[in-house]
């Protein structure tokens, strides 16, 4: 072997050791070799190499399995810092993390008018000053959790309905911008990969993750890597039908469960079962009006005992407890985790879903299938897509372009 392939072997050594310790948390050397395939004698030349290099270090933390106590690996925190984005409610959030997945510094950013355009020129007009206020610089690479459907590539958002942004090179706006390398990630499965490896879902190794918000959107993680799909679709649960004969969603096709679980179905719903049962709240609040209800409203109402708003919801988590089921059947994982406004909001919305699923999926599969709810909140989508980002190009974080 001539020394330039001697020296690439050693550098995706290295890689494979950080990007396994990274994803699966701290980890023994006997692990290692089990998960990366590499010999013992190459992982033990590559952590004293990663060692020395203040990438990795040994924890005080140890385990015996009856003989020799094994020490744990872990990953050095403040070796770097890598940046992530996550756009949400009319506002980015940015912060940079460590490898281990601390917050060192985070900021929000409100975006007037969400055209296409605006929003990533307000984000891109920050980065760099952001960068500068870090007590270190951070590697040239750029995680975002996107709203809508991302390309394979990772670099271009190919439709957000909603927003009316169609075919958008991300990716290439923030290398001409910036000269950073980017990597795109629906913002839903990034905030399902954070959670998977920090939140409320660390402790499984095969699990989905579903945002529910003003869009609906699953993840799904088998060993602790988010499964992108041949176009990057693999998750889009919004447009499974549920309802053959339900109403018609924006996509074209009916009952789909975009239209009968999102924010946005709740809240007609809601407007709908209050007026045809004439129930008149503005004696109650004379500021009231119906069109100015939002989700987040009527699953507080739910938790106090309204009984129209209990129904509403009750009914949407019905839906999404029958797609629960099916993915169950269908997937077969060790969790599902549930975030997004809706299940933030309300536990009566989790606890139907739960029910659902258990009572429609095959027994012996559903018993083994923990439900939870996310835990990181509005800090998950930027951790998840910088860890996105560094699955991907982790070459650019640690050993440079």
């Given at each position: 072997?001539n020394?330039?392939?001697e020296?690439?072997?050693?550098?995706g050594s290295?890689?494979?050791i950080i990007q396994?310790i990274?994803?699966?948390?701290?980890?023994?050397r006997?692990?290692?070799?089990?998960?990366?395939?590499l010999?013992?004698a190459t992982?033990?030349?590559?952590?004293?190499e990663?060692?020395?290099?203040?990438i990795?270090q040994?924890?005080?933390e140890?385990y015996?399995?009856?003989?020799?106590?094994?020490?744990?690996?872990e990953?050095?925190?403040?070796?770097?810092?890598?940046?992530?984005a996550?756009?949400a409610n009319?506002?980015?959030t940015?912060?940079?993390?460590d490898?281990?997945?601390?917050?060192h510094?985070?900021i929000?950013?409100?975006?007037?008018?969400?055209?296409?355009?605006?929003t990533?020129q307000?984000?891109?007009e920050?980065?760099?000053p952001?960068?500068r206020?870090l007590?270190?610089?951070?590697?040239p690479?750029?995680?975002?959790?996107?709203?809508?459907?991302?390309?394979?590539?990772?670099s271009?958002i190919r439709s957000?309905?909603?927003?009316?942004?169609?075919?958008?090179n991300?990716?290439t706006?923030?290398?001409?911008?910036?000269g950073?390398?980017?990597?795109i990630i629906?913002?839903?499965?990034?905030?399902?990969?954070?959670?998977?490896?920090?939140?409320?879902?660390q402790q499984y190794?095969n699990?989905?993750?579903?945002?529910?918000?003003?869009?609906?959107?699953?993840?799904i993680?088998?060993?602790?890597?988010?499964?992108?799909g041949?176009?990057?679709?693999?998750?889009?649960?919004a447009?499974?039908?549920?309802?053959p004969?339900?109403p018609?969603?924006?996509c074209?096709n009916?009952?789909?469960?975009h239209?009968l679980?999102?924010?946005?179905?709740?809240e007609?719903?809601?407007?709908k079962h209050?007026r045809s049962?004439?129930?008149?709240?503005?004696?109650?609040?004379r500021n009231?009006?119906?069109?100015?209800?939002?989700a987040?409203?009527?699953?507080?109402?739910?938790?106090q005992?309204?009984?129209?708003?209990?129904?509403v919801i009750?009914?949407?988590?019905?839906?999404l407890?029958?797609?629960?089921?099916?993915?169950?059947?269908?997937?077969?994982p060790?969790a599902?985790i549930?975030?997004?406004?809706?299940?933030?909001s309300?536990p009566?919305?989790v606890q139907?879903?739960?029910?659902?699923?258990?009572?429609?999926?095959m027994?012996?599969?559903?018993a083994?299938?923990?439900?939870?709810?996310n835990?990181?909140?509005?800090?998950g989508?930027?951790?998840?897509?910088?860890?996105?980002?560094?699955?991907?190009k982790?070459?650019i974080?640690?050993?440079?372009?």
């Open positions: 072997m020394g330039n392939a020296m690439n072997d050693q550098k290295k890689l494979k396994t990274r994803m699966m948390g701290k980890v023994s006997i692990n290692l070799t089990r998960l990366t395939g010999s013992r992982i033990s030349l590559s952590i004293a990663l060692i020395q290099m203040n990795v040994e924890t005080t140890r015996s399995t009856g003989g020799r106590p094994a020490t744990f690996l990953l050095v925190p403040n070796s770097c810092y890598v940046l992530g996550d756009f009319r506002a980015w940015l912060a940079a993390f490898p281990t997945g601390e917050v510094r985070k929000t950013i409100p975006v007037a008018n969400p055209t296409a355009e605006e990533i307000t984000l891109l920050e980065i760099i952001f960068a206020q007590d270190k610089p951070p590697v690479l750029l995680g975002i959790g996107a709203p809508g459907l991302v390309d394979a590539d990772h271009t957000v309905p909603e927003l009316g942004w169609n075919n958008i991300l990716g706006i923030v290398s001409k911008k910036i950073w390398t980017s990597v629906n913002r839903h499965r990034a905030r399902g990969l954070a959670e998977c490896r920090y939140g409320s879902g190794t699990q989905i993750y579903i945002g529910i918000g003003s869009g609906i959107a699953a993840g993680y088998i060993d602790r890597r988010l499964l992108p041949t176009r990057g679709g693999a998750g889009e649960i447009h499974s039908t549920v309802e004969d339900g018609l969603c924006p074209g009916n009952g789909c469960l239209v679980s999102s924010a946005s179905a709740i007609q719903e809601f407007r209050v049962r004439g129930i008149n709240y503005s004696k109650q609040d009231y009006d119906l069109q100015l209800v939002r987040t409203d009527i699953c507080l109402a739910a938790e005992g309204d009984e129209s708003a209990a129904a009750r009914m949407a988590a019905s839906y407890g029958i797609v629960m089921a099916n993915l169950v059947n269908l997937i077969n060790e599902i549930l975030g997004g406004s809706i299940p933030n309300s009566l919305f139907t879903a739960t029910e659902v699923m258990h009572r429609r999926a027994h012996s599969l559903a083994g299938t923990e439900v939870k709810v835990k990181l909140k509005e800090i989508g930027a951790l998840g897509a910088a860890n996105f980002a560094l699955d991907e982790a070459e974080s640690m050993f440079g372009p």
